[in-house]
């Protein structure tokens, strides 16, 4: 991460590394039923550069062997089991639920979790339920996965296969950095006048995700002192994560691009106005890059300095480095 000192410079962050939750098998550990891995090289290589990763394998912390019998997600009475695929009874469900209890301690403090997908274990969405006759009948999170969503609603997680797709990748890195922001607020003296600034200073990235979100939020801060400022404190973090987790779309990122042009009207000549908003427009029609009217942004900023469009994380809310903002 970088910040800027009050002249808008960048300097070193000093600050601890963020760390990630990450399925063990993505990292290249060979911890799968069949003893293989499934090294993820976009996780491993590119975001290793900036997260460190606390590693599990839900599986093997309850004592399963490597290799050993491959389990599924079995559709029994009312409820689903985690059950041996051809041993019908090794039934691992209780392990599983209880394992989280056993291992939250290692996940404080985390800012995201990478999971595997379509495993009875981490899987996030989407993982094969069968009946016991072995149909298909429909889909669920991993037994684990489950657990750990349910515990940590606000923390952002996502599937590696998922990764692959640019908005997703994006949205998921994007809510990774906010969250640690979030986590740092809270962790000092958080008072009024500090959520006053950190919504101020959020206003551009939560309007690029939800205009209605960013409204809800601005009504939690204004009533912060007559509500009570930890009541007010949750509420946020909740909602703001919330608002964080709607995928930002070219026409959202558009409107807030031409919000922040506006600020330019009485400081650049009209040659340069002309081409700001035929780089938004071309943008919007899905021909340019978001990178290249929020450097053009940049450049004009830095030329005509606003003290509030300067402090907006939307400008930097992840390292330029990761290139979020590079596809079309």
């Known amino acids: 991460m970088s910040s800027k000192t009050s002249g808008g410079e960048a300097v070193a962050d000093t600050s601890p590394r963020i760390r990630v939750g990450v399925s063990r098998c993505l990292l290249g550990e060979e911890v799968r039923y069949d003893g293989g891995h499934k090294r993820d090289r976009y996780v491993v290589d590119v975001l290793g550069a900036y997260f460190d990763c606390v590693s599990v394998c839900p599986e093997v912390e309850i004592g399963l062997p490597i290799p050993r019998p491959p389990i599924r997600l079995v559709q029994v009475g009312g409820g689903i089991r985690v059950r041996g695929v051809r041993d019908r009874e090794l039934d691992v469900t209780d392990a599983l639920d209880a394992l989280y209890l056993q291992v939250a301690h290692r996940f404080v403090g985390l800012s995201g979790f990478i999971l595997k997908r379509a495993s009875p274990s981490c899987g996030m969405e989407r993982v094969k339920v ?107 973090g909740e909602g703001f994560m919330a608002t964080l987790r709607r995928n930002a779309t070219p026409r959202s990122h558009s409107n807030v691009l031409d919000h922040l042009a506006g600020y330019l009207k009485r400081s650049i000549d009209a040659g340069d106005r002309a081409e700001l908003r035929e780089v938004i427009d071309r943008y919007r029609r899905g021909l340019l890059p978001l990178v290249v009217p929020l450097t053009l942004l940049r450049h004009h900023f830095r030329r005509h300095p606003r003290g509030w469009v300067d402090q907006q994380v939307y400008l930097d809310p992840h390292p330029a480095e990761l290139m979020l903002h590079n596809h079309v």
Do not use: C
């Open 130 to 236: 069968y009946d016991e006759s072995g149909r298909t009948v429909g889909t669920d999170a991993g037994r684990f996965a489950r657990a750990l969503m349910r515990e940590n609603p606000s923390l952002p997680v996502e599937e590696e296969g998922r990764l692959h797709d640019p908005r997703l990748r994006e949205n998921f890195i994007t809510r990774v950095f906010a969250y640690r922001r979030w986590q740092e607020l809270r962790a000092g003296p958080a008072g009024v006048a500090e959520l006053q600034q950190f919504h101020a200073s959020h206003k551009m990235l939560l309007l690029a995700h939800n205009q209605a979100g960013y409204r809800r939020l601005g009504r939690l801060v204004a009533a912060a002192r007559s509500e009570g400022l930890d009541t007010a404190l949750d509420a946020y």
